[in-house]
């Protein structure tokens, strides 16, 4: 089998992303407070910030998973939440748990797409899955059960499997989450090479700012639900906003310690 990384699994297609004064309540919660967002055909953008920020639920608008409230998403010329739009597009989606079926093997959770989908004959999905395993240097584990693998390697599975689809554009949420260091970077690594193969355009929602400032042409930081600064890594590297410059470098200080601010604001 060929190296990884050495192989364009595809070249085609791929679309930029208008997100344009997007509004999501669930019953009376507001979560995503008008987002105006652009990311140009072939970027690595990268959307940041914490936990309950509304990174995941903006992922899933643009991959017409939820309806705005108000506002619209395009992906190129189409509307998101038009269901007619995933006959238009191909967009893979990788979850941050991987969402593999775990009664599949890893060459049967691969083949899924293509067969539901008829795309080739056997002949044609074996090739398919088999270059998206070696692209991910995962070969030897295409007969092995999702229960069998370790947590980086289900990630690349995931990704594998977006692979399958020949994505003309590609959505991650939380790529290196619950990785190691060194996976982490390894990770990362993938995500960069798959886009200079493809030129696919490549939306990570992350945590990891080393992910972000190592591979994004462009970052956006969400803040309960709203867009609180968007531009290059090196715009970042000493944040003027407070609140960007605390999430990215958070001081850790024994002497008067966050946590119990935080019991206090609550009393
Ligand atoms: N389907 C849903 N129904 C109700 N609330 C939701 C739903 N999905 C997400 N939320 C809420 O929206 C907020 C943002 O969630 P999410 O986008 O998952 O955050 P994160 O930035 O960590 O990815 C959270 O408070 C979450 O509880
Ligand atoms: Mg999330």
Redesign the pocket.
């Known amino acids: 089998m060929s190296a990884p990384y050495t192989a364009a699994p595809f070249v085609g297609k791929t679309f930029g992303v208008t997100v344009a004064r997007l509004h999501k309540r669930?019953?009376t919660?507001p979560?995503l407070k008008d987002i105006s967002l652009e990311v140009k055909p072939g970027e690595i953008f990268c959307i940041m910030?914490?936990?309950?920020?509304?990174?995941?639920?903006?992922l899933k608008h643009i991959a017409g998973l939820e309806i705005p409230t108000s506002g619209e998403v395009r992906i190129g010329e189409f509307d998101a939440a038009d269901p007619a739009t995933r006959d238009q597009i191909r967009l893979a989606l990788v979850f941050q748990a991987g969402a593999l079926f775990n009664s599949l093997s890893v060459y049967d959770n691969l083949a899924l797409y293509p067969r539901e989908h008829r795309l080739c004959g056997e002949a044609g999905i074996r090739d398919r899955v088999m270059h998206a395993l070696a692209i991910l240097s995962l070969e030897k584990a295409a007969h092995k059960f999702p229960s069998d693998l370790s947590g980086g390697m289900k990630k690349r599975v995931a990704i594998a499997r977006a692979l399958v689809m020949e994505p003309q554009l590609l959505l991650y949420d939380e790529p290196t989450s619950e990785l190691d260091p060194v996976m982490s970077a390894t990770l990362t690594e993938i995500i960069a090479t798959l886009r200079e193969q493809t030129a696919v355009t490549s939306l990570v929602?992350t945590h990891d700012r080393d992910l972000a400032f190592a591979i994004a042409d462009r970052v956006a930081f969400?803040m309960e639900g709203r867009i609180r600064g968007v531009g290059r890594p090196d715009e970042f590297k000493k944040p003027a906003d407070p609140v960007i410059a605390n999430f990215l470098n958070p001081v850790i200080d024994l002497k008067n310690p966050r946590f119990k601010q935080l019991e206090n604001n609550h009393e």
């Open positions: 669930f019953g919660t979560v910030g914490p936990s309950g920020s509304g990174k995941s639920v903006l929602v969400v």
